[in-house]
């Protein structure tokens, strides 16, 4: 694998631990303050799915990446 591959490769890899990290702590901030303001469950539901929405994103981030890897390796 090139150098720039690899360099892609890692690139990618920082904008996915990112994305977990900024999903984990916008979820956790925002149930957070949420509870202390006295949101209803509905928004507190609403943090919850777009929380889950920010981890399948992540996931399907990794997918690509392993994908991409796979193919340069054969």
């Known amino acids: 694998m090139s150098d720039a591959k690899k360099q892609q490769h890692e ?3 920082r904008v ?4 977990i990290a ?3 702590a916008f979820w ?3 149930l957070f303050i949420g509870n202390k303001i006295g949101l ?3 928004w507190l539901a609403l ?3 777009f ?3 920010g981890f399948v ?3 399907a981030m990794i997918w690509q990446i392993w994908r991409a890897r796979r193919d340069n390796e054969g």
């Open 11 to 13: 690139r990618k890899g």
């Open 16 to 19: 996915v631990a990112l994305v």
């Open 22 to 24: 900024g999903t984990a």
């Open 28 to 30: 956790v901030l925002g």
């Open 40 to 42: 209803s469950q509905r």
């Open 47 to 49: 943090i919850d799915l």
């Open 51 to 53: 929380a889950l929405a």
């Open 57 to 59: 994103l992540a996931i």
